[in-house]
């Protein structure tokens, strides 16, 4: 990536997205939806040409990762460490958003269910949790690429990197270089999608101001309160604890390493688009091997949300306050578990949560028309708290794969802010 050190503050990245940001509120805050209009489009070919990288790159990271680590006993350690580490970053998310909802209690006395039900958004009912577990093997590979299936293309791409691990001699050295240099290329492109980012952050800020607003943060003040304080506490507090306690690493440093991809989490709503970035900077900035890093990272878009995981949990006991049912400790140990299912489920992509938030209140048994219309007046106010749970997820994955780089002896990790 072209932002060295040594360049002037104007010319690096962060700096520039943070303006652009700036400039985009300013602009759409003055001249409203005109100006969504007019640059909407910009926004859109932007996140365009992100996503178009990200099925060939998470293919061609993952192939190549689990080629590189070998089969067998490396690959199984690697494995159990990253799935360890999802889940107990997770498991503490929810336990973060369950004390939050019992300390501000924002559902209380909400009077919320006398919205209309025309003015409801259309939502997809999500699969059931035992469906979402079977959709992990895709049926057939080519199409669940074209759907960008993540889940399914994350189990095809690990399980075809073991098999080139077992090909004899010549065979495999040639098959894991050819997918080294493709998953080069794909960097490659990453770095020239990059330099566009600030016009994109732009347009896309610029149309959410513009459409929306400020007054789409008024509304619904507790709830947000709540959704906002969870992740502030786990990305501040619980998240540089683990790096502190399980990867001897300094948050600071840390933080400093990951500002462009937490700024374009930030900008884009959206794990996934921001997947090339991570990656990038977790290599060259953190200092991650691409060995870890094209491990942990890909599959931490889609599997590790954290933030997505308190908003499911905090965001589900809302609604049941807000309908006065006052939840007994198993029901709510029974939404810390499905809403730990619920942010593995949900695509990298923005609003992912909030529609399947629905697996949640299931679960429970909270479904009807007064739940529909609630999670409606959600949607109304998503934006903001989407944008800041995806830094959240995107954090979570990059201190995981330092910890893990530690734990497996690498000593370049977040030596220095770079
Ligand atoms: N937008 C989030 C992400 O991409 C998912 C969510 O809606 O919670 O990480």
Request: charged content about 15%; glycine content about 8%; aromatic content about 8%.
């Amino acid at each position: 990536m072209e932002d060295r050190p040594d360049l002037p503050w104007y010319r690096r990245l962060h700096w520039q997205v943070l303006i652009a940001m700036l400039l985009g509120a300013v602009v759409g805050f003055v001249f409203g939806a005109p100006a969504a209009d007019r640059v909407g489009w910009i926004g859109d070919l932007f996140m365009r040409l992100l996503r178009m990288i990200i099925v060939p790159l998470v293919l061609t990271s993952i192939i190549s990762g689990v080629a590189s680590v070998g089969g067998g006993r490396a690959l199984g350690r690697l494995f159990s460490k990253t799935l360890g580490y999802y889940l107990l970053s997770s498991l503490l998310a929810t336990m973060v958003a369950l004390f939050m909802v019992n300390l501000i209690r924002p559902g209380i006395g909400a009077n919320m269910t006398d919205t209309t039900q025309a003015e409801l958004p259309t939502l997809e009912t999500p699969s059931s949790p035992v469906e979402l577990l079977l959709d992990v093997v895709p049926d057939n590979v080519f199409q669940a690429a074209a759907s960008a299936d993540m889940l399914a293309l994350i189990f095809f791409s690990i399980v075809f990197g073991i098999a080139i691990t077992t090909l004899p001699g010549k065979s495999q050295t040639v098959v894991t270089e050819l997918f080294d240099a493709l998953f080069e290329v794909m960097m490659r492109l990453t770095s020239g999608i990059i330099r566009f980012l600030p016009i994109g952050v732009f347009a896309l800020i610029t149309r959410m101001v513009g459409t929306t607003g400020f007054d789409a943060f008024r509304p619904l003040a507790l709830y947000a309160l709540t959704i906002f304080s969870g992740l502030t506490v786990h990305l501040f507090v619980t998240l540089p604890l683990l790096l502190i306690v399980l990867g001897r690493i300094s948050p600071r440093i840390h933080f400093g390493n990951m500002r462009d991809p937490m700024l374009i989490a930030f900008s884009t709503s959206s794990s996934g688009a921001t997947l090339p970035v991570s990656l990038q900077t977790v290599e060259h900035k953190v200092g991650v091997s691409n060995q870890v890093a094209s491990f942990v990272l890909p599959m931490g878009a889609t599997v590790n949300m954290d933030g997505t995981a308190i908003f499911e949990c905090a965001g589900a006991l809302f609604i049941a306050q807000a309908l006065g049912f006052d939840l007994t400790i198993a029901q709510q140990a029974i939404v810390v578990l499905t809403a730990l299912l619920a942010s593995i489920g949900a695509a990298a992509v923005p609003s992912a949560g909030l529609v399947v938030i629905f697996i949640v209140l299931e679960a429970i048994g909270l479904t009807g028309p007064d739940v529909n219309v609630i999670v409606g007046s959600m949607l109304a106010i998503d934006r903001p708290l989407d944008m800041y749970r995806t830094v959240v997820n995107i954090f979570s994955d990059s201190c995981g794969a330092a910890i893990i780089a530690r734990s497996e002896g690498e000593t370049d990790v977040d030596t220095s802010i770079r």
